[in-house]
């Protein structure tokens, strides 16, 4: 299912193809099961507690991508990039383009040819997908302007419990969600697909507007930079340290209360648990605590090496750990300690 | 002054803001018709009257760090909350919220990253993640400056305050906003003007001030009197407002400056855009080394803003 899921092709504004996955799976165990009009794929779930609350899981569909902004007289594409794209990561990169999943890959002058000494950082407005056209009308046949394109990356397990894929940001959190939609809770909770956040969060704005729940909590891949050249003040996660709660970042403060609550249900367990150690980046949190009067919000992630890049790196051990510690919050009937 | 100096001395970094809440909590309960604390932390203090729906703020929270790494060492990194400066902290004393202290010091030789600094608290293995400090100064007073850390922030606070207590019965519904994490972008004042509703803001802000050697960029000065906020980064005041404070102060013979900034944001720019939008403004108090251990303030400005505030309540907007 996860690898379904990271293969799917959902660039922010295109998640047709994972809401429709995911659809399918939660459609027959949810109460209620809708699409809003941004494209949020919201799942109800009644729970079994009389007067409970409501919790707000929301994990994002998207995935970075590109958008085809022009095709040249040489049949090569222009492309922008949706959402934070390291133009480092996409050279020589293999995409798929549009409907019809055209293949092409993302070219650059050789380095033979490149001056040595021109350390300029690249910019993507110099790169271009090849997609074997002859020329401009060729071209034209399998792609319009504002095709989306995404990596075309497959999904696999390698070495110690890894495995690699595109869009671990954050069908790993997708997976997640649909996994404890099986089961049945205390509280009333909204399983919500957001659409957009990787281009400002926009889904989720909507979605917590339309909801207003007691509380949420945003299910996410982040930043895992254990890697060299790094040292440990800037590691922000590490990888099979168990999922990772975040304090503060750009976007949300997390809400004390409800983040102790959520270590709790992992330390409680046995179930390793980390804080993420940087307050760079931002997620669906900042839209959702803002929404109207203000939701209590809290962020629990699983460390993805190489994030917004086709060769992301997660650990099972971790997604298998967070959706744990999520299990172990949600059976709980206490409603106390949300409150102020 | 006293208010002021225990206000000024409170611990309250964004995200933070308890130890300011309890303060203010108890100034306002005898003059208060109803306070409540909302999702993230506002302190909203409610005087009932018959007339229009009048909000009126002043953010508790002051700059601060964060600590993000603690090493085997018992050494912190930290993220900043706020904008402060790593120039700031370099060399200053700083205080958690459990009152341990630490001294903030810089591995590099020029201060230009946080990534560079550290905090070596005196007492090791007391500091957990997520822990968070603010700067160890004493509020001190000389003639009519001010200074100390989190005046511009205590300032407001104080403001309000000291208007709550002038009304003896209110024509309009005032609500008395102290709101949380302004400095991460008016965030608690956005979600109060959703519960709320306000028709009418007022927020009572600081403005960065450089009157001093090399400076001179900004155009305000410390004690030639309060600034009316005519724009800044999220929001352009609404005429009503600027008109009032304007009539006020010459009403109290007070003098004032004007308040043009392109960078700062205010929770009167976060107010004004909720709902279906607020008729909002701001008065701001000039601080010089805003955002510092060592912020300076003038008397004549925060009195002076007090008094148009009690102006504008008397009489309406």
């Given at each position: 299912?996860?690898?379904?899921l990271?293969?799917?092709?959902?660039?922010?504004?295109?998640?047709?193809?994972?809401?429709?996955?995911?659809?399918?799976?939660?459609?027959?165990?949810?109460?209620?099961?809708?699409?809003?009009?941004?494209?949020?794929l919201i799942?109800?779930?009644k729970?079994?507690?009389?007067?409970?609350?409501?919790?707000?899981?929301?994990?994002?569909?998207d995935?970075?991508?590109?958008?085809?902004?022009?095709?040249?007289?040489?049949?090569?594409?222009?492309?922008?990039?949706?959402?934070?794209?390291?133009?480092?990561?996409?050279?020589?990169?293999?995409?798929?383009?549009g409907?019809?999943?055209?293949?092409?890959?993302?070219?650059?002058?050789?380095?033979?040819?490149?001056d040595?000494?021109?350390?300029?950082?690249?910019?993507?407005?110099?790169?271009?997908?090849?997609?074997?056209a002859?020329?401009?009308?060729?071209?034209?046949?399998?792609?319009?302007?504002?095709?989306y394109?995404?990596?075309?990356?497959?999904?696999?397990?390698?070495?110690?419990?890894?495995?690699?894929?595109?869009?671990?940001?954050n069908r790993?959190?997708?997976?997640?969600?649909?996994?404890?939609?099986?089961?049945?809770?205390?509280?009333?909770?909204?399983?919500?697909?957001?659409?957009?956040?990787?281009?400002?969060?926009?889904?989720?704005q909507?979605?917590?507007?339309?909801?207003?729940?007691?509380i949420?909590?945003?299910?996410?891949?982040?930043?895992?930079?254990?890697?060299?050249?790094t040292?440990?003040?800037?590691?922000?996660?590490?990888?099979?340290?168990?999922?990772?709660?975040?304090?503060?970042?750009?976007?949300?403060?997390?809400?004390?209360?409800?983040?102790?609550?959520?270590?709790?249900?992992?330390?409680?367990?046995?179930?390793?648990?980390?804080?993420k150690?940087?307050?760079?980046?931002?997620?669906?949190?900042?839209?959702?605590?803002?929404?109207?009067?203000g939701?209590?919000?809290?962020?629990?992630?699983?460390?993805?090496?190489?994030?917004?890049?086709?060769?992301?790196?997660?650990?099972l051990?971790?997604?298998?750990?967070?959706?744990?510690?999520?299990?172990?919050?949600?059976?709980?009937?206490?409603?106390?300690?949300?409150?102020? | 002054?006293?208010?002021?100096?225990?206000?000024?001395?409170?611990?309250?970094?964004?995200?933070?803001?308890e130890?300011?809440?309890?303060i203010i909590?108890?100034?306002?309960?005898?003059?208060?018709?109803?306070?409540t604390?909302?999702?993230?932390?506002?302190?909203?203090?409610?005087?009932k009257?018959?007339?229009?729906?009048?909000?009126?703020?002043?953010?508790?929270?002051?700059?601060?760090?964060?600590?993000?790494?603690?090493?085997d060492?018992?050494?912190?990194?930290?993220?900043?909350?706020?904008?402060?400066?790593p120039?700031?902290?370099?060399?200053?004393k700083?205080?958690f919220?459990?009152?341990?202290?630490?001294?903030?010091?810089?591995?590099?030789?020029?201060?230009?990253?946080?990534?560079?600094?550290?905090?070596?608290?005196?007492?090791?293995?007391?500091?957990?993640?997520?822990?968070?400090a603010?700067?160890?100064?004493?509020?001190?007073?000389?003639?009519?400056?001010?200074?100390?850390?989190?005046?511009?922030?205590?300032?407001?606070?104080?403001?309000?305050?000291?208007?709550?207590?002038?009304?003896?019965?209110?024509?309009?519904?005032?609500?008395?906003?102290?709101?949380?994490?302004?400095?991460?972008?008016?965030?608690?004042?956005?979600?109060?003007?959703?519960?709320i509703?306000p028709?009418?803001?007022?927020?009572?802000?600081?403005?960065?001030?450089?009157?001093?050697?090399?400076?001179?960029?900004?155009?305000?000065?410390?004690?030639?009197?309060?600034?009316v906020?005519?724009?800044?980064?999220?929001?352009?005041?609404?005429?009503?407002?600027?008109?009032?404070?304007?009539?006020?102060?010459?009403?109290?013979?007070?003098?004032?400056?004007?308040?043009?900034?392109?960078?700062?944001?205010s929770?009167?720019?976060?107010?004004?855009?909720?709902?279906?939008?607020?008729?909002?403004?701001?008065?701001?108090?000039?601080?010089?080394?805003?955002?510092?251990?060592?912020?300076?303030?003038?008397?004549?400005?925060?009195?002076?803003?007090?008094?148009?505030?009690?102006?504008?309540?008397?009489?309406?907007?």
């Open positions: 299912m996860l690898k379904t990271s293969e799917a092709f959902g660039a922010s504004g295109a998640e047709q193809e994972v809401r429709d996955y995911i659809k399918n799976a939660v459609e027959s165990i949810c109460d209620d099961v809708y699409t809003d009009n941004m494209g949020n799942c109800f779930k729970g079994k507690l009389k007067g409970g609350r409501s919790i707000m899981l929301s994990a994002h569909m995935e970075v991508g590109f958008i085809i902004s022009g095709i040249n007289e040489k049949g090569y594409l222009n492309f922008k990039t949706i959402g934070g794209i390291d133009p480092r990561v996409v050279i020589a990169k293999r995409v798929l383009i409907k019809n999943k055209i293949r092409g890959v993302i070219g650059d002058k050789p380095p033979h040819l490149t040595k000494n021109n350390n300029a950082a690249l910019k993507t407005e110099e790169l271009f997908i090849d997609i074997g002859k020329n401009k009308q060729e071209a034209g046949e399998y792609v319009s302007i504002g095709d394109a995404c990596f075309d990356s497959k999904f696999i397990q390698f070495g110690n419990g890894l495995v690699k894929g595109k869009a671990l940001d790993i959190g997708c997976y997640i969600l649909t996994e404890l939609a099986k089961n049945n809770y205390p509280h009333d909770i909204f399983y919500v697909f957001t659409v957009q956040e990787e281009v400002g969060c926009r889904g989720a909507t979605a917590a507007y339309k909801i207003k729940p007691d949420s909590i945003v299910v996410e891949g982040t930043t895992c930079s254990d890697v060299p050249k040292d440990e003040t800037g590691f922000s996660t590490r990888l099979r340290g168990g999922p990772a709660l975040s304090i503060v970042d750009r976007t949300s403060y997390s809400d004390k209360e409800l983040r102790n609550a959520l270590y709790k249900a992992a330390i409680g367990n046995n179930i390793k648990i980390q804080y150690q940087t307050t760079l980046g931002g997620n669906d949190a900042g839209a959702i605590q803002l929404s109207e009067a939701v209590k919000t809290a962020v629990i992630s699983v460390p993805c090496r190489y994030i917004h890049s086709p060769s992301s790196v997660a650990s051990e971790d997604i298998s750990a967070c959706r744990e510690v999520l299990h172990n919050f949600l059976i709980s009937e206490d409603k106390e300690k949300w409150s102020f | 002054m006293e208010l002021l100096k225990k206000l000024a001395e409170a611990n309250a970094p964004s995200g933070s803001e130890n300011v809440r309890k909590s108890e100034e306002a309960g005898k003059y208060a018709d109803d306070i604390v909302d999702t993230l932390g506002n302190l909203i203090v409610r005087k009257g018959p007339g229009k729906r009048i909000m009126l703020t002043a953010h508790m929270d002051e700059p601060g760090v964060i600590a993000t790494v603690i090493d060492k018992g050494f912190v990194y930290f993220s900043p909350l706020g904008s402060v400066k120039g700031a902290l370099h060399g200053s700083m205080v919220l459990d009152g341990s202290i630490g001294i903030a010091a810089s591995k590099a030789e020029k201060y230009e990253k946080t990534s560079d600094l550290y905090i070596d608290p005196l007492k090791k293995n007391t500091v957990s993640l997520g822990d968070s603010v700067f160890a100064t004493c509020f001190e007073v000389c003639g009519s400056i001010i200074s100390g850390k989190a005046i511009s922030s205590r300032a407001g606070c104080y403001i309000l305050l000291q208007t709550l207590k002038s009304i003896q019965s209110s024509n309009n519904d005032l609500y008395f906003v102290f709101t949380v994490q302004h400095l991460l972008g008016s965030r608690g004042a956005g979600i109060a003007a959703s519960r509703n028709g009418y803001a007022i927020s009572i802000g600081a403005a960065p001030c450089d009157d001093v050697p090399g400076g001179a960029k900004l155009p305000l000065k410390i004690g030639e009197g309060p600034s906020k005519i724009m800044d980064n999220t929001i352009i005041c609404h005429p009503v407002i600027k008109r009032r404070i304007i009539e006020a102060a010459k009403a109290e013979n007070i003098k004032i400056q004007y308040e043009i900034s392109e960078k700062e944001g929770d009167s720019g976060a107010i004004h855009l909720r709902g279906a939008g607020a008729v909002s403004g701001a008065i701001s108090i000039p601080i010089r080394y805003y955002n510092t251990a060592f912020e300076i303030a003038d008397l004549y400005d925060v009195n002076g803003a007090a008094a148009i505030l009690k102006k504008i309540i008397a009489e309406g907007i």
